[in-house]
């Protein structure tokens, strides 16, 4: 019926069928869903903001972000002051969004910025930490949902430049990263609750107009950023969830263009993109938006059930307390995540494709905790030995075994990173046919490790008799184009 329709229909009703199908198909949820569900390519509906591409980018500076896999988030702003707390009470949701919890008016809540003097602040100090750490790139707020700029910005008085502190946090940033080599994305808020031209959905002419020009406001802010620090390699819009701007779909194509002929090489997540009708992260037709997904947060894509996530570039974000991006003076509120739950969210990450981000939510002096410091100080030794099985490496296209993680670098070296290992000792591997491995390799010490082929095309890699201690990784020789053999296990009887 639907071909019947297709052939006798209008351009609008035929739309109109491929619109409920697309609808059938997706549903309305947004962001992570299985990125496999795409439509053969007759039922596409034509889009104006939809996908640039339907492949991963291959250009150089994609590959570097891609490569860099590990990244570190900071989020920084007046929340870190109040850390949780309003007129002796607290609160126990994100510290970020105290100003909603608390019912504080965005007035009230800008006093807070003569008290905005983060004197222990040294960017060279953290971009130090940053490469203790292990990590390849620095995700920076340079404005979260209540407004307040870590950038003196020409467009708003509620800027660092109106504070005590003076200083231009996202410039001595930028400067002290790009010394260390560290990339900088800067991580931007749509949603702002103290701007008075925000709104959450457009109910009037009025509201239209208003929201017109906080768009531009927006876009300003943006052009002012890429001006300032034209370093910088990546732009992550976040706060793009409400009515208001899922209707301006063509404002977010028409930003990421605009910072594509900025700064070229630039990548841009798809968090920041709607299409034509409103659908964000993956457009109608189900492809993905901006260079890579961004919805993967707290959580990671399933190692069996998502693997159609591989076909495209992703990052993943992991806070230490649960939900806590900003500084919280109380963290018994939640679980705290350990550092091996760290790096194996890192090995998952790399596993499949995808970059993991690190949160972290400095004091208001410019401190870390101590926490965030030994995180930082145990994620980075455990890089230093077996980085080399998550930088430039990839999904490697191999079921997922009880163990870990496999991981595969760009000359086809196979990395198993071990988190369990089973009492009989037995790590089982199980490759494609016409292929065998040559040699198997404990990455640290450099030690042969024993192999057995157990059935066709199956092996153990025998677990060295003495417990690590902490996540290993053993390297495989890969031979391909084995001729096979005959054996006599290959009787089915
Ligand atoms: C947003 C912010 O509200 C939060 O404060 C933080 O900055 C984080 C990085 O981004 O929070 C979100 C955004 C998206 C989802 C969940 C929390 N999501 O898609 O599931």
């Given at each position: 019926p639907l071909l019947i329709f297709q052939t006798n229909s209008g351009f609008m009703r035929n739309n109109f069928v491929k619109i409920l199908v697309l609808f059938l198909l997706f549903g309305t949820g947004v962001s992570a869903q299985d990125p496999a569900k795409t439509l053969p390519a007759d039922l596409e509906i034509p889009l104006k903001y939809g996908a640039e591409r339907l492949e991963k980018r291959q250009d150089a500076s994609m590959r570097k972000f891609r490569d860099n896999r590990l990244g570190l988030f900071i989020h920084w702003g007046l929340y870190a002051i109040t850390s949780g707390e309003w007129n002796g009470k607290l609160y126990d949701g994100p510290s970020s969004f105290l100003l909603k919890s608390a019912n504080i008016t965005p007035k009230e809540w800008m006093k807070l910025m003569d008290r905005w003097n983060p004197t222990n602040f040294d960017a060279f100090r953290w971009a130090q930490m940053a490469k203790r750490m292990g990590v390849k790139y620095l995700k920076i707020t340079t404005k979260h949902h209540d407004g307040f700029c870590l950038w003196p910005s020409a467009y708003s008085k509620y800027t660092v430049a109106q504070t005590p502190g003076k200083r231009d946090i996202i410039g001595e940033l930028v400067k002290a990263f790009d010394a260390e080599g560290i990339d900088v994305h800067l991580y931007y808020s749509i949603l702002d609750w103290s701007h008075p031209d925000f709104r959450y959905s457009i109910k009037s002419k009025e509201d239209s107009i208003a929201f017109s020009r906080f768009l531009e406001f927006a876009e300003n802010q943006i052009k002012e950023l890429a001006t300032r620090y034209?370093?910088?390699?990546d732009f992550w819009f976040d706060g793009t969830w409400d009515a208001s701007f899922k209707e301006n779909g063509w404002w977010s194509a028409h930003i990421e263009k605009m910072l594509k002929e900025m700064i070229p090489g630039i990548t841009v997540n798809s968090r920041l993109r709607a299409d034509d009708y409103g659908k964000r992260h993956f457009d109608s037709n189900g492809h993905l938006m901006g260079d890579y997904e961004s919805g993967y947060e707290r959580r990671l894509p399933d190692p069996v059930k998502d693997v159609g996530i591989t076909r495209h570039d992703w990052e993943g974000y992991m806070t230490l307390p649960e939900n806590q991006w900003g500084y919280h003076k109380d963290w018994t509120l939640s679980y705290v995540k350990t550092p091996f739950e760290a790096i194996q969210r890192i090995a998952h990450a790399t596993s499949m494709g995808g970059n993991l981000v690190i949160n972290f939510g400095p004091k208001p002096e410019g401190d870390f905790r101590q926490e965030e410091l030994e995180m930082a100080d145990i994620v980075g030794k455990w890089m230093k030995k077996n980085g080399e099985c998550i930088y430039g490496c990839d999904y490697a296209g191999l079921a997922k075994q009880d163990w870990g993680y496999y991981t595969r670098s760009k000359d086809g070296t196979i990395y198993m990173i071990v988190f369990n290992i089973p009492y009989s000792g037995n790590l089982v591997v199980k490759m494609p046919k016409g292929t065998r491995i040559e040699k198997a390799i404990l990455l640290e010490k450099g030690r042969k490790v024993d192999i057995v082929e157990t059935s066709r095309d199956e092996y153990n890699v025998c677990m060295p008799v003495k417990d690590p201690g902490e996540p290993f990784v053993i390297k495989l020789q890969i031979e391909e184009n084995v001729d096979v053999e005959d054996k006599y296990w290959d009787a089915l009887t």
């Open positions: 034209p370093t910088v390699k």
